[in-house]
């Protein structure tokens, strides 16, 4: 419902700032430091952009008086259909690791502008040539505590030993490195992926899967109705459930970076207003009540003694937690996506 | 609208000035409707020059085809589930006095107003592991374990039919109310059966409704996207739900304006199928 409100009220105010900006240019030619009053940010809704909007938005206009309007959801053909009108009214996008290789190949973003962003201490894997590290998030294993607890990826294979339904994401990039941990592989020697090897893998369990999930919310939902009893999942799903019985553990869990990028073409001062907006979020202490409420860490390496020390378990970048995981090869997977997807589909289809 | 346009032709005059009001629509349509529909089809033969390859994608993978074949399927089965349900229950309800008609067509109607997405989830909570129905059966003693109804073919097509029976049965039901009562009289009085009555009087004179609405079943199952994205639990792969993947994941759009494009000949056909059969029967 939110989603919805949200995205109504945006898109006219969306429209009204394009056509504004369209006719900019026009009037006053920009000069070199200029920033505009407003800007576009294309956001995937729900918990986690209200928890930015609170957090981060909200006091950055109050202090700059610059507008951040929202365009909700943040698909990527979303993106592609804006950048190829011509009209682009939002300067920052919310993408996941693996389609920032997709989006520079299919000229759909420029590079982040580093130096008008001047950002504080960050890990250095979150700044990307083409993309800012937002926050880090985990696809991590999850289970009813009414079940025997898995440790590895070997005992979720497991069926014997650990019976019970399973749920695995649709998404193959999620599930994939998965079974070929389970079949034996370290983390170290999961690129380039044996394909072969990880449909082999994935036969075994295959008839133990209930659902294979497409949204976050539903390995959640389908651990809480005890529709299945293990899942993997997104840390952040599965972290604030802890009191509802759910347990879930980092312990070979697969690191990935959500990303915010620039689309190319926007009104440079838009731009430029968005940029100098990121540098707040390498500020660690607004990192740390993000975290709080979205279980997802943000880029500073000072992030850890900020957050709650009674619950530091929960959050997957602690040290203890991220030296557990392992981060993907975004490059190997644009360069098969195509494959794996239909590999994936024809698999699924398959007895 | 173009027929509404092509009907107003014999009343000379009237015609010209009923174009003329129906032009703005007819353009709006055209230009925010139509042509980016056109201009994404045209996505499907484009590389930059004219290319027949994601034509030939489609039919040389087998996955495209394999998931194309499952759609219709499933959209067959609803239209046989909608059909065998949606007629027994229209004729029933036109049986009915008039109070207890409304109240009937009333909960025919009321998922209408309840947004797609919730009445989807409502059958999680009802069909699931821990639903009402397996807890129930289970506490009866009737299964040992729960029953898998949903997170397969068989919970798509419960929800693909519980949206879509209305689309049969409303209509079905306008044609069977204005079907002439005194034509059933006088078979009655010239000695038929009742059974002979309603095959060769009643069921003839709702057909092309019947027909009508099974089709227009049919065309909105092959385009479902959440009901077997949630009920079939990624294991019932339709095509809209290829679409999304190509479209937001891989991203090949190219291939999804092909398959979009077959989609729609198979529709244009189905319609022109109803259209015939229309003009054969009414």
């Known amino acids: 419902m939110t989603t919805i409100k949200l995205s109504r009220r945006t898109l006219v105010r969306v429209a009204a700032g394009g056509a504004a900006a369209f006719g900019a240019p026009f009037v006053i030619p920009a000069r070199a430091q200029e920033m505009a009053k407003k800007f576009g940010f294309g956001q995937p809704g729900g918990a986690s952009t209200e928890a930015s909007v609170d957090i981060f938005m909200k006091p950055f206009t109050q202090r700059t008086g610059i507008e951040i309007v929202l365009d909700v959801p943040s698909s990527f053909g979303k993106l592609r259909a804006m950048v190829q009108s011509g009209n682009v009214t939002s300067s920052l996008w919310d993408l996941g690791s693996q389609q920032i290789e997709q989006a520079v190949a299919l000229d759909m973003i420029e590079p982040i502008d580093w130096d008008q962003v001047n950002p504080g201490p960050m890990y250095p894997e979150m700044k990307h040539q083409y993309g800012f590290g937002q926050t880090y998030f985990s696809t991590v294993m999850a289970w009813r505590q009414n079940v025997k607890a898995p440790q590895n990826w070997r005992d979720f294979w497991n069926v014997k030993d650990f019976p019970g339904k399973r749920s695995l994401s649709n998404f193959p990039a999620y599930t994939i490195p998965a079974a070929l941990m389970a079949d034996g592989v370290t983390a170290d020697k999961l690129y380039p992926i044996d394909l072969d090897r990880a449909f082999k893998s994935l036969d075994k369990i295959k008839k133990d899967v209930s659902v294979w999930w497409t949204t976050g919310a539903q390995p959640a939902q389908l651990l809480i109705d005890n529709e299945v009893q293990y899942v993997n999942a997104w840390n952040g799903r599965v972290g604030p459930l802890e009191e509802q019985g759910i347990r879930h553990t980092f312990n070979e869990g697969f690191l990935d970076i959500a990303f915010y990028v620039s689309p190319k073409g926007s009104p440079r001062a838009e731009k430029r207003a968005a940029m100098v907006f990121l540098r707040d979020w390498t500020d660690a202490a607004k990192q740390a009540e993000y975290a709080k409420r979205t279980y997802y860490t943000g880029s500073s390496p000072n992030l850890a003694p900020l957050l709650p020390q009674d619950k530091l378990h929960v959050f997957p970048t602690t040290p203890d937690n991220k030296a557990k995981q392992s981060l993907p090869n975004g490059k190997w997977w644009y360069d098969n996506a195509a494959l794996v997807e239909k590999r994936w589909q024809e698999w699924k289809l398959s007895g | ?282």
């Not at chain 2, 092509?6 to 007819?26: H, M, Q, T, W, Y």
């Not at chain 2, 639903?131 to 040992?144: D, F």
């Not at chain 2, 009085?189 to 002979?196: H, K, Q, V, W």
């Not at chain 2, 009920?231 to 304006?257: C, F, H, K, T």
């Open chain 2, 1 to 282: 609208m173009v027929a509404a346009a092509a009907a107003g032709v014999g009343a000379g005059g009237r015609a010209r000035s009923g174009v003329l009001f129906v032009l703005p629509l007819l353009l709006v349509v055209t230009v925010c409707f139509n042509a980016p529909i056109a201009l994404m089809l045209a996505w499907s033969a484009h590389d930059p020059p004219f290319t027949l390859k994601h034509y030939r994608e489609l039919f040389e993978t087998t996955i495209y085809l394999r998931v194309m074949w499952a759609t219709v399927r499933i959209s067959l089965a609803t239209t046989l589930i909608c059909g065998v349900i949606g007629y027994p229950l229209a004729l029933w309800i036109r049986g009915l006095s008039p109070n207890a008609r409304l109240i009937a067509l009333a909960l025919v109607v009321l998922p209408f107003w309840i947004s797609i997405l919730v009445r989807t989830y409502a059958w999680i909570v009802m069909l699931g592991n821990a639903g009402i129905v397996n807890r129930t059966l289970i506490s009866l003693g009737l299964v040992g374990s729960p029953l898998s109804i949903i997170y397969n073919e068989l919970g798509v097509l419960i929800g693909t039919v519980n949206v879509l029976l209305p689309f049969l049965v409303l209509p079905l039901f306008a044609a069977m109310v204005r079907v002439d009562e005194r034509l059933l009289q006088a078979a009655a009085s010239l000695g038929a059966p009742e059974r002979t009555i309603f095959w060769r009087v009643f069921f003839p004179l709702t057909l092309p409704a019947f027909g009508a609405g099974l089709i227009l079943v049919f065309i909105l199952t092959l385009g479902f996207y959440i009901t077997p994205a949630i009920l079939g639990g990624g294991r019932v792969p339709m095509i809209s739900n290829m679409l999304d993947l190509l479209i937001n994941q891989l991203p090949n759009w190219e291939l999804a304006a092909a398959i979009s494009t077959v989609l729609l000949a198979a529709v244009l056909v189905a319609n022109a199928f109803s259209a015939r059969l229309r003009n054969r029967l009414g």
